[in-house]
């Protein structure tokens, strides 16, 4: 259980939904490792909250594309926060099965495809997230072809963001607002826009 800060109140049943989520974390964690066991303690503040940054900047949209989604964050935590239906992509066949039990047990709205995000058929999507995957570069090259033409990409960045950023302007012409982060002082939210590349 835990107390939200008051910027990232959430109702009682999206509470209790996230709290479901988190007990069928702890239960599948010690067979496929979906966060490092020292996370365990501290995933509230480590993952849930991280991933709940997202839940403002996604509301609203028709859906979103989460990638690389691993043990749920972000995907899993924005469309229980928002109600967004969202595709969560994730290669590895057994945290996927853990994302599509934990749609089901927290009625999430959310697709799960067990595949390689590069191959991945999925229509494009307003919004596309990403946490904790790649380097920008990287990230870029798997968002374009997902992204819609007037859609936002959202990636959650350590205190790399800016080396990231100068090295993704290489290869693509992009709008970028910096967003501090609420969890990590040196952390920060990416919102990329009209991606194009150089």
Known sequence: MMNLPETMHVSRETQERLEAFVALLEKWNPRINLVSSRDIASVWDRHVLDSLQLAPLVAGQARFIDMGSGGGFPGVIISIATGVPGTLIESDQRKAAFLREAARAT????????????????????????????????????????????????????????????????????????????????????????????
């Open 107 to 198: 009625q999430a709205p959310l697709t799960v495809l067990a595949e390689r995000i590069e191959q991945a058929e999925v229509l494009p999507a307003p919004v596309v997230t990403a946490r904790a995957l790649a380097s920008l570069s990287r990230l870029l090259d798997w968002t374009a072809p997902l992204l819609e033409k007037d859609g936002k990409a959202f990636f959650l960045k350590g205190q790399q963001a800016d080396e990231e950023l100068t090295e993704a302007r290489r290869s693509w012409h992009m709008d970028v607002r910096i967003h501090r982060s609420i969890t990590s002082h040196d952390g920060v939210i990416l919102e990329v826009s009209n991606l194009e590349r150089v």
